[in-house]
């Protein structure tokens, strides 16, 4: 489906557009279990530039950085550093899902019911500085839909395995071959007694779906991630943890063999680089102040030290 462009320069703007995709794809391809999400990206982070169309394409934060070879060093330092953030995760996905909401790369991706909440981010609301938040860069938020049987619990064995990843070094990860997932099947199971895999017959199953991205309902045992909601893409790997390159495209939608086989995205909302102020402005009347989204001390201590910062500025400049 071709959608037109439109570089949406007010809340109003983005609401709409929203509405409009959703009833476009609702109306063409009718799927009663389905369910749209929303995430939001500051720029293209395909283009240099910036102003070219938004693909459907995209990787978890872990692959786009190219960090993969260091996965298992990056979860034993942020276990190490600060092993107390994490003393009331009971299990590797609520580690890995609360890792991936302070930004460290990781194999989870989340997304958002709230297209506002979404617009939040589109616009630099997760940007620690004022002109990192302002660069002329259009933001985008991608529409994605994702089918029911993809959507999973964070207790699915799926899920389990691929948050297990960090776990086993990527020479010891070959889903192609008969015994290649020995290592990440002891590993799940010194934390998950009752996981049943088998290189044959009936385990088997695990090489095959760890080879695709999965959605899942995280657990909501913090702040951060109760406000942020929504769910997580949790992206699995092939041989030598190599990045599987999902499209997420429609014509991938309805193909097993696709690593995004359920999960595509139906469009993308463009918002124009001049209009992010403003809109982050008009985002805080809908309860999208960063200090709300980011709830922990230091970051609403950061958001009062820019707001008042730029009362200064406008006061001063208007002596």
């Avoid at 703007?13 to 509405?19: T, V």
């Avoid at 609360?98 to 958002?112: A, N, V, W």
């Avoid at 980011?294 to 406008?314: G, Q």
Wanted: proline content about 4%; charged content about 30%.
């Amino acid at each position: 489906m071709e959608y037109r462009r439109m570089r949406c320069r007010t809340v109003d703007d983005i609401a709409r557009e929203a509405l409009r995709i959703i009833d476009e794809e609702s109306s063409v391809h009718p799927e009663p279990r389905a369910e749209f999400f929303f995430r939001g990206e500051s720029k293209n982070h395909k283009s240099d530039y910036g102003d070219e169309p938004l693909g459907t394409a995209f990787q978890s934060l872990l692959d786009r950085k190219g960090l993969v070879e260091y996965e298992r060093e990056l979860y034993q330092e942020a276990m190490r550093l600060n092993v107390a953030s994490f003393e009331e995760d009971r299990t590797m996905v609520e580690r890995v899902a609360r890792m991936q909401h302070y930004l460290l790369p990781t194999r989870f991706c989340d997304m958002s019911t709230n297209v506002l909440l979404s617009a939040h981010f589109a616009c630099g609301g997760g940007e620690k500085t004022e002109s990192a938040r302002d660069k002329l860069r259009d933001g985008f938020i991608r529409v994605m839909k994702v089918r029911s049987d993809k959507i999973k619990s964070f207790t699915s064995d799926i899920i389990i395995a691929i948050a297990h990843l960090p776990l086993v070094d990527a020479e010891n990860i070959n889903p192609s071959k008969t015994n290649g997932l020995d290592y990440l099947s002891y590993e799940i199971k010194n934390t998950r007694p009752g996981f049943i895999y088998e290189s044959e017959g009936i385990g088997s199953w695990l090489r095959e779906d760890i080879q695709h991205v999965w959605a899942f309902r995280p657990m909501m045992n913090s702040r951060r991630i109760r406000r942020q909601g929504g769910l997580f893409l949790a992206f699995g790997c092939g041989d030598n943890k190599k990045s599987l390159e999902p499209t997420f495209s429609p014509s991938d939608y309805d193909n097993p063999s696709a690593p995004s086989d359920g999960i595509k995205q139906v469009g993308y909302i463009r918002i124009a680089a001049e209009a992010k102020k403003d809109i982050r402005k008009q985002l805080r009347y809908f309860g999208m102040e960063a200090e709300s989204v980011y709830p922990e001390l230091s970051n609403v201590c950061e958001e009062l030290d820019n707001r008042f910062m730029e009362i200064k500025s406008k006061e001063d400049e208007s002596k």
